[in-house]
């Protein structure tokens, strides 16, 4: 029976967490290094327990500690958010062996899902297009010539155990090739404890999108509709919205029951995306699964009215989901919704983390509009951790509308003190651009994108009316 959670993350998503808990009369541990000593994550939870210093290394991503912190709070469940141990197999073997309610799908699944070469096979194997590539991980410059022949250039170099957007590179022809090859083994031996790398053909121009999906121990499972993530700097979501606008519904569709169909071939419980890259005549293919709560997952809540986090405490606890029952049928999408990552990072300065003690943290209100953040005035942003200060996410019944509502929200939105930079004004010209108004942008929108064409981003917002984007 589950009764006490621990949270194994920190920021806005351990908040997130633990309020979801709440709601289900579920007591809640954090956990916490010294550099979050009062972090809101902490003050929020029950009880909290200090699990070491600031490297992550050393504290959030200490499966000892983690357990021993488990053990001596009484938890009997624990939610890992997303990132950090979220989707590490080992984590959730060494939870379940301690006796624990992991919070996430089977340990089979996240070793299958989360090494994305055998994810590219399971997919296969359920009838999905997978871009061309290798079926095996590529140990030299050879193999992957071998692998150009007949893909062609430009081509991506990924990390199999990749998560995130980090341990991936572009190639655009054989001489950018051995030293890619290097850089990305190296990334991915740093950053995942996994040197292999695999090869895919690289689409230049293509829309990413994902599909949410929702499975239970008694054979329910449902996909909760699309979400466009196509704006991305640096295979970095900056900003996502639900549905996906500006494609056929006929073709979301397919996507969705695509996405079903691979999820049941593995018997996929809890909630997990789904993504997939669409070319501009349609054509699409799967690239990954995510076995975790996403960092957008807000705008699906928005759009379905369903909240993720707890269907996923649900699942963990043996319940059927509340969300639909067995099939892939959807929920109704109502409207449209945006959410944006406000990063404390300058723009001015390559996007280059700007951590500090934040003076002012005024946040957007009103109907429909809903921001999961983990600062407040007096906060610090830690140096040691990604640069997350608060998601800002707005429904209306149109996409003009929600628009214009996030164009009003984040003119609002005021963070700043010593040293600390963020990306509001950044983002705020890049939702006036021409494309994404017209919903015709794709991931290669921001593609080489330099501090010049920041500024001109942030500069196209001077002197225009907050709001623009037609009626909410």
């Known amino acids: 029976m589950m009764t006490r959670v621990l949270v194994a993350n920190r920021g806005e998503i351990a908040v997130r967490v633990i309020r979801a808990c709440r709601e289900l009369g579920l007591d809640t541990v954090a956990v916490h290094s010294t550099a979050d000593d009062g972090a809101a994550h902490v003050t929020a939870a029950d009880r909290s327990v200090r699990i070491g210093p ?3 290394g050393r504290s959030y991503l200490s499966i000892p500690a983690i357990l021993e912190a488990a053990r001596i709070t009484g ?22 062996a301690a006796g624990l309610i992991f919070v996430g799908p089977s340990v089979e699944a996240l070793r299958i899902l989360g090494d994305k070469i055998n994810a590219r096979r399971i997919a296969a194997a359920a009838g999905l297009a997978v871009l061309p590539g290798s079926a095996e991980p590529v140990g030299s410059a050879a193999q992957v010539r071998a692998h150009a022949a007949r893909t062609g250039y430009p081509l ?21 090739l051995a030293a890619a090859l290097a850089r990305v083994r190296s990334a991915a031996t740093s950053l995942f404890g996994d040197e292999r790398v695999f090869v895919e053909r690289f689409l230049r121009s293509a829309r990413h999108v994902e599909i949410q999906i929702l499975g239970d121990r008694h054979g329910g499972l449902i996909h909760l509709g699309s979400r466009d993530c196509s704006l991305q700097r640096r295979n970095q979501k900056i900003v996502e919205e639900a549905p996906a606008p500006a494609l056929p519904d006929a073709l979301l569709d397919s996507i969705a029951a695509d996405a079903v169909r691979c999820a049941a071939e593995i018997g996929y419980q809890g909630a997990g995306t789904f993504e997939f890259l669409v070319e501009p005549d349609g054509a699409y293919w799967f690239i990954e699964a995510n076995c975790r709560i996403q960092v957008e997952h807000p705008v699906t809540e928005m759009v379905t009215g369903v909240d993720l986090v707890q269907e996923q405490l649900r699942v963990a606890a043996g319940e059927p989901l509340i969300a639909g029952g067995p099939g892939d049928g959807a929920r109704p999408i109502r409207g449209c919704a945006i959410e944006v990552r406000i990063n404390a990072e300058d723009p001015a300065l390559d996007f280059r983390p700007a951590p500090g003690r934040l003076d002012e943290v005024a946040l957007p209100a009103g109907p429909f509009v809903r921001v999961d953040t ?5 906060a610090t942003v830690p140096a040691e951790y990604d640069p997350l200060l608060a998601k800002i996410v707005v429904w209306a019944p149109d996409r003009a509308g929600a628009l214009a509502r996030m164009d009003r929200a984040l003119a609002e939105c005021r ?5 600390v930079r963020t990306n509001r004004d950044f983002l705020r010209g890049l939702l006036r651009h021409p494309r994404v108004r017209a919903a015709s942008h794709d991931t290669a929108l921001l593609a080489g994108l330099t501090a010049g064409g920041a500024a001109e981003l942030i500069a196209s917002t001077a002197n225009a009316p907050t709001g623009q984007g037609g009626p909410s």
Do not use: N, Q, W
């Open 374 to 378: 983990h600062v407040d005035s007096g």
């Open 54 to 56: 600031p490297p992550a």
């Open 75 to 96: 938890a009997d469940t624990v939610h890992p958010g997303y990132g950090l141990l979220s989707e590490d197999p080992d984590f959730a073997e060494a939870c379940r």
């Open 156 to 176: 991506i170099l990924k990390a199999a155990a990749g998560g995130g957007g980090r341990g991936m590179e572009t190639v655009s022809g054989p001489g950018e």
């Open 415 to 419: 963070i700043g003190g010593p040293g």
